[in-house]
Structure formats: structure tokens, C-alpha cells
């Protein structure tokens, strides 16, 4: 299984991202830092802290979403968020470290090009 730590260092590892805590000490919220003049950062991962297993939710392209949930039971809607675009994955080993990262790095490129498409506000 991956440690909590293990998947925080890598969450962190990605440009611009930050750690918060804006819905109380059970969760984890991982977010890309927006430039000064925007009001809010965007969240591209939370991990629910204390679970065992380890539960991470992600953001994903919904069409990829519907494939990874037929294929892994450990892949689920996302808990709590809006489940055509987040899914909430239980880390007991079913996926391999390295298809994790890489829906962490898709999850991240999904919200930072959101970010880069906003218009600016004067």
C-alpha cells in the first residue's frame, strides 16, 4: 500500500500547489496557486486523512473516469464532489503507484489548463 506521505510528496512535487485544510482537519485539499489578482485557488486533489485505506479524489476527464471505474472497484465516484468529473480512488494497491501519479498529473493538468482558460477580470 501507499503511504499517506509518499503521495503528499508527490501531490506537492507539482508546480505551484499548495496544501489547505478549508473543510476542517479530515481532509486534505491540494490546490494549484492562482496568480495574486485571482480570488481563489483551484483544487485538484484531496486525500482523506486517517482512511485505510488511503482515499485520494481527483479530478478527470469523464469519459476516462466511466473506464476506470468499470475496470477498478477501488475506483468510485468522487465522495462528495460532483461525480462526473471527480473520482475518489482507495489506494489498497489494486492500481499500481505509477497509474496513480499519472492521474495526479492528469488531475493537476486538467485544473491548471481550466485556470489558464478563465478570463481575466479588471
Not at 3 to 12: F, G, I, N, P, R
Not at 13 to 30: C, H, I, R, W
Not at 97 to 111: A, F, K, N, P
Request: with cysteine; net charge neutral; aromatic share 8%.
Amino acid at each position: 500500500m501507499i503511504s499517506h506521505k509518499t503521495v503528499e510528496k508527490y501531490v506537492l512535487s507539482m508546480p505551484n500547489t499548495k496544501l489547505d485544510y478549508p473543510f476542517g482537519k479530515e481532509v486534505a485539499v491540494y490546490k494549484i496557486i492562482g496568480p495574486e489578482s485571482e480570488t481563489a485557488d483551484k483544487m485538484f486533489a484531496l486525500i482523506t486523512e486517517k482512511s485505510d485505506p488511503l482515499q485520494i479524489s481527483l479530478k478527470c476527464d469523464p469519459q476516462l473516469s466511466l473506464v476506470l471505474r468499470s475496470k477498478y472497484e477501488t475506483v468510485q465516484e468522487g465522495y462528495h464532489l460532483n461525480k462526473k468529473h471527480w473520482n475518489t480512488i482507495l489506494l489498497t494497491g489494486q492500481l499500481p503507484w505509477e497509474e496513480v501519479q499519472g492521474l495526479i498529473r492528469h488531475s493537476y493538468d486538467l485544473v491548471s489548463s481550466a485556470k489558464k482558460e478563465e478570463p481575466a477580470t479588471i
